[in-house]
Nanobody
């Protein structure tokens, strides 16, 4: 069974930081690209970051313009976990954040096939 479980969300003030974790099981993490997505109420789901599979591109990463310079994605293959470090958070970052396993960071929606349940991030004073 392929599983991804997000954690680390919560309430944070503008300018603050959070670190999200995506714990995976049921597959070999290094064979997959892992993407982070977010979706706020009434808005479309947005792909915000991706880290490439280790077999194809090691730890190469990409970011949406909306988070570039503020968010950092990383992976620990031994721990089967992908992280999203979020700094300088803004109210517009408020969303449910999802991680997903896919084929390639260069494909639409990173070719995501397997999804977690999401974790809520709220940025508010």
């Amino acid at each position: 069974q392929l599983q991804l479980v997000e954690s680390g969300g919560g309430l944070v003030q503008p300018g603050g930081s959070l670190r999200l974790s995506c714990a995976t099981s049921g597959f070999i993490l290094r064979f997959y690209a892992i993407g982070w997505f977010r979706q706020a109420p009434g808005k479309e789901r947005e792909g915000i970051s991706c880290i490439a599979s280790s077999r194809t591109a090691g730890g190469s990463t990409k970011y949406a313009d909306s988070v570039k310079g503020r968010f950092t994605i990383s992976r620990d293959n031994a721990a089967n976990t992908v992280y999203l470090q979020m700094d300088s958070l803004k109210p517009e970052d408020t969303s449910v954040y999802y991680c997903a396993a896919g084929i390639s960071c260069d494909e639409a929606d990173y070719g995501a096939k397997y999804w977690g349940q999401g974790t809520q991030v709220t940025v508010s004073s």
